[in-house]
């Protein structure tokens, strides 16, 4: 099995990083949707057009991105023989948080399909910038492994 994924090790990094890219772009979309969102009364046809766009955004990008970001990194991890490394743990943590922010915008979205504005423009346009900061602290863990 270890031969295997050594083989095409190459393919499991590109995936990630392919679907890392399409998880953090969707991270980056929802938060703006959500403004574009407050425009609307709630229970209007403009609300619903905008909790149907978040739904679709969901449920065909951002969990299928996120789930795909891990299998393929915990494979890489441990077919890499990186379980152990202090740089890898720091980096699981990260996108820990990433994936529990994803959880927690997703409950907002669903909040604001029901019509609550659990949120305000100010607010959504700061936690919009949550994926970037954590990006930049994680690829420079994966790239210059300093510790």
């Excluded at 890219?21 to 574009?36: D, E, H, K, S, T």
């Excluded at 996108?95 to 305000?120: D, I, N």
Aim: glycine residues 10%; aromatic residues 10%.
């Amino acid at each position: 099995m270890q031969e295997l994924l050594s083989s095409i090790y190459l393919f499991l990094k590109s995936g990630h990083v392919i679907f890392m890219v399409f998880w953090l772009a969707g991270l980056f979309m929802l938060p703006r949707q959500c403004i574009y969102m407050l425009d609307h009364e709630p229970g209007s046809a403009g609300e619903a057009k905008w909790a149907t766009r978040m739904g679709k955004l969901r449920s065909i990008i951002l969990t299928p991105a996120m789930l795909i970001v891990w299998v393929l990194g915990l494979t890489m991890a441990w077919s890499g023989g990186w379980l152990s490394e202090g740089w890898l743990h720091a980096k699981l943590a990260l996108v820990l948080g990433l994936t529990g922010y994803h959880g927690w915008l997703v409950g907002q979205t669903k909040k604001m399909a029901r019509g609550e504005r659990p949120l305000t423009e100010k607010q959504l346009r700061m936690i919009g910038e949550v994926p970037g900061l954590l990006l930049i602290v994680i690829v420079l863990l994966v790239y210059l492994k300093p510790f």
